[in-house]
């Protein structure tokens, strides 16, 4: 039998210490916290402060559903998004961009491996 995973409230769950963001371009932390894995997916809450960083999604699908904060997300082809509470994104396997995160913004996220 496997075991269900579950967070009374993921806006309010206290994350572990925050860690500096290694693809941050304005030295920002974040703080993340799995809540269930198998062998291709993980699923959690994902916290990180203002400034800039890059993302690519190589090897993954991502799928965020943003709790509090905002943010400006611009694809490499350009397509930009603005992020807020209760905003639905995917990234999809092969997505890189660009993350500014205007006020502290908290997600929950799932990653799905892709068969490469």
Do not use: N
Request: hydrophobic share 35%; charged share 20%.
């Amino acid at each position: 039998m496997t075991s269900l995973a579950h967070l009374a409230s993921a806006p309010d769950v206290r994350l572990p210490a925050a860690q500096p963001k290694p693809t941050s371009l304005t030295g920002q932390s974040e703080a993340a916290l799995e809540v269930w894995s198998d062998e291709r997916t993980e699923t959690g809450i994902w916290e990180c402060e203002p400034g800039s960083f890059t993302a690519v999604r190589d090897g993954f699908h991502e799928i965020c559903q943003i709790l509090a904060g905002r943010a400006t997300l611009t694809g490499e082809d350009g397509q930009v998004v603005e992020l807020a509470p209760g905003s639905t994104v995917v990234l999809p396997d092969g997505w890189s961009g660009t993350w500014d995160v205007h006020e502290t913004i908290r997600k929950t996220y799932v990653t799905i491996r892709t068969a490469r």
